[in-house]
């Protein structure tokens, strides 16, 4: 068994000591611009209602909020053994909502959208089965285009059962044949698949926690007098961690948390 090894980077809002969390904007996919909501309630979405998406297997490369170079990752990326042509399940009941190609990222690129206002999206793929790609042919007729991204209208759009195969998994976009796969909430924000139990690695490493960093957020922002950042070390193991001062912030500030986390049954490896 490989362990796939992952840094943790987590950013909160310290403002005269208390903790403030942010669900942050919401951009809706139908939209070029989104709104911003104070909003978000994981409880919104039936977790146990959620299937696992594909026949490849159930090793992960990547899981969700991994640090990337310029983003988190949106969702968990599933092993296809570096081969393609594995199905792709329709993860609960819903209705197509849009297929594109993005060559230098998601490739070919499937949306489903749920009773609830939920998504869950699937990219890198290979194909789609007939009754899907008909749909996508007609929307696209109806644009009066031959390619590209392609909505589908509330009244022409297609149902789907959960369970119901509706791509099949690829090498197309950026990176080795695998599987990504994400959930969104109804505003289009990026939801940790593993809120549901069958989405959720089996995990028993806790992560290592390395460094705290504290950042002054604006000029009358401080951490111990000074207006520059606070990098302390953290101690301890388990589930008891200590850093290795007391800071004394004066303001708002952000805490940035270095980490390394570890899974089982998971693998660095496509």
Known sequence: MRIAAAPLLLLLVVSFGYVLLSGGSRTSPDKESGTHSARYDTTETDWDDYLWPTSAGTVRTSDFAEFRRTHFHAGIDVSTGGRTGYDVYAARDGWLHSIMFEPGGYGWFLVLRHYDGYYTCYAHLDGFPERVLRSYRR??????????????????????KKGEVVAFTGATGAGPAHLHFEVRDADY?????????????????????????????????????????????????????RITDVPVIHGRAGLMLRAHDRAGGATDYP
């Open 139 to 160: 929307r696209l007729a109806a644009l009066d285009r031959s390619y590209g991204y392609a909505q589908l209208d509330v009244k022409d759009t297609t149902w789907v």
């Open 189 to 241: 924000n990026p939801v940790n698949p593993g809120l549901s139990r069958n989405l959720r690695p089996a995990d028993s490493i806790p992560p290592e926690m390395k460094q705290l960093c504290i950042v002054p957020m604006d000029a009358g922002s401080s951490v111990n007098g000074a207006f520059e950042q606070k990098i302390m070390n953290i101690r301890g193991a388990g589930s008891s961690f």
